[in-house]
């Protein structure tokens, strides 16, 4: 490796030796909060060098990119690991993590992440997702002292383990098919004149596999729930939006690259979506536990990004980044918010928690109405204008029973989504009264709730910016 390729990396380089410096400071000075600030000012130092500094080159060994996607997606992780250790000060706290070792592993998260995300060789992918995979396995269970947290972490590590063999396996059909690793080649190595070779068909059967195992694709969502519910509230957070996003950012530009050959797995992918999306609604409708239902929400979410990818080309891809940043700051919102409602007694879990809170804290109730209403898709929040190009690119590409099915699940999401917010402004007293939330978290939320309303209202900036970096 030159020096010109350790420039073009050097976000990446960042985020490894800012982890690997706070894991060791955090051994001698145990300052919770300091080493929270460090990393949040190493992931913010990542996304600035991504935005402001020049690769010197695009193709990195042949394995990555430094792309403006890429590095898009670069700034986009390495901000949202910045926002969840920024909004962990407290929690850390409460429930006495180490502040080196945490801060350590969101920001090896977020490397892994980024280098996922700017993968252009089927090593360079297994290497990023593996990467991000690790550091959650510990992350999900950090509350060691917690069953649930325990419980969590195990599931995942199990399904994470079974994920990755289905995507070894993949990857090893597909290059006995085409002879190479780099995705580009292989995608065009895939084509037959009757569509995919079979032995690339059997390949891509074990990556959908695998993707649907990463991103709570139904029927590979059964850990998403408990995994939630059992995780740490920020964990839950970054493991819903940076670390599903990245896996679909990774794998939108080979869809792109195979082309026509994506007809042959269409009808896959297809059925997919419309099970995840319905499955997801319906299981979330009987939902007492707001992790849980977040969880499922998740889930239907993964569905309608699914239609994106189905869509394709350079339509479906644009409506993809701009629904997944929208998913990803209502999300980060709502699971921060119950991150912010943490103290002595624990998180928030059951709506029972949730009753009459308006009336003691009536800025954070509002914000997570906010967010909440934004995953629904109600104007003028920034939601229903993702919703609305997501189902207008279906529509445009012929994809009509997607985009339908698809508004079907999204009227039925309002009954799961306003429940908890007709608890919170209950007119009963509260149970327990909560801690009043630090300045910086509420800022940071406040910050979120007024970018999904600005975007609601003005989306053009992020959409030409969309379609600027686009694969």
Not at 103 to 121: E, H, N, R, V, Y
Request: glycine share 8%; proline share 3%.
């Amino acid at each position: 490796m030159n020096l010109e390729s350790l420039q073009s990396l050097l976000p990446q380089i960042l985020l490894a030796l800012g982890s690997t410096a706070i894991l060791l400071g955090g051994a001698w000075v145990r300052n919770r909060r300091l080493w929270l600030l460090a990393g949040s000012i190493v992931a913010i130092l990542a996304a600035l060098t991504a935005t402001f500094v020049e690769p010197v080159q695009i193709d990195i060994l042949g394995m990555y990119s430094a792309s403006a996607y890429a590095r898009f997606c670069t700034v986009l992780w390495s901000l949202t690991v910045a926002a969840t250790l920024v909004i962990s000060f407290r929690y850390v706290d409460i429930f006495r993590f180490g502040g080196g070792e945490y801060a350590s592993l969101m920001l090896f998260a977020a490397a892994g992440m980024s280098l996922l995300s700017a993968a252009t060789s089927f090593i360079g992918l297994f290497l990023g997702l593996e990467v991000l995979t690790l550091a959650l396995y510990i992350l999900i269970a950090f509350r060691h002292e917690d069953t649930r947290g325990a419980e969590a972490g195990m599931k995942y590590l199990v399904f994470g383990a079974v994920a990755t063999a289905f995507l070894a396996f993949g990857i090893a059909l597909i290059y006995a098919a085409t002879g190479t690793f780099n995705l580009q080649a292989a995608a065009a190595g895939l084509q037959a004149e009757s569509g995919l070779r079979p032995l690339g068909l059997a390949g891509w059967a074990l990556l959908l596999v695998a993707i649907g195992f990463k991103v709570s694709l139904v029927p590979f969502h059964l850990w998403t729930p408990d995994v939630y519910q059992g995780a740490p509230a920020p964990v839950s957070g970054l493991l819903a939006t940076a670390a599903k996003g990245a896996v679909l950012t990774a794998f939108l530009p080979l869809l792109v690259m195979t082309g026509e050959g994506v007809a042959d797995i269409s009808a896959v992918l297809w059925f997919l979506a419309i099970v995840t999306m319905l499955v997801g609604t319906f299981a979330a409708l009987s939902q007492t536990n707001i992790k849980r239902m977040l969880a499922y929400s998740s889930v239907v979410h993964m569905g309608y990004l699914l239609i994106a990818l189905i869509v394709a080309g350079e339509e479906g891809s644009r409506a993809l980044l701009f629904y997944l940043v929208v998913y990803s700051l209502a999300t980060f919102g709502a699971f921060g918010i119950i991150t912010t409602f943490a103290d002595e007694n624990g998180e928030i879990q059951s709506y029972d928690d949730l009753r009459g809170l308006a009336a003691l804290h009536p800025r954070r109730c509002a914000m997570l109405s906010v967010f909440l209403l934004s995953l629904t898709g109600i104007p003028p929040l920034a939601g229903f204008f993702a919703k609305f190009g997501l189902f207008q690119a279906a529509f445009r590409s012929g994809y009509v029973e997607l985009a339908v099915i698809g508004i079907i699940a999204s009227v039925i999401s309002v009954y799961y989504y306003l429940r908890p917010i007709i608890v919170l402004y209950s007119s009963e007293p509260a149970l327990v009264c909560r801690d009043v939330a630090a300045q910086s978290e509420t800022l940071l939320l406040v910050g979120c709730a007024v970018v999904i309303v600005i975007l609601g209202v003005y989306p053009a900036p992020l959409l030409e910016l969309v379609a600027q970096i686009v694969p």
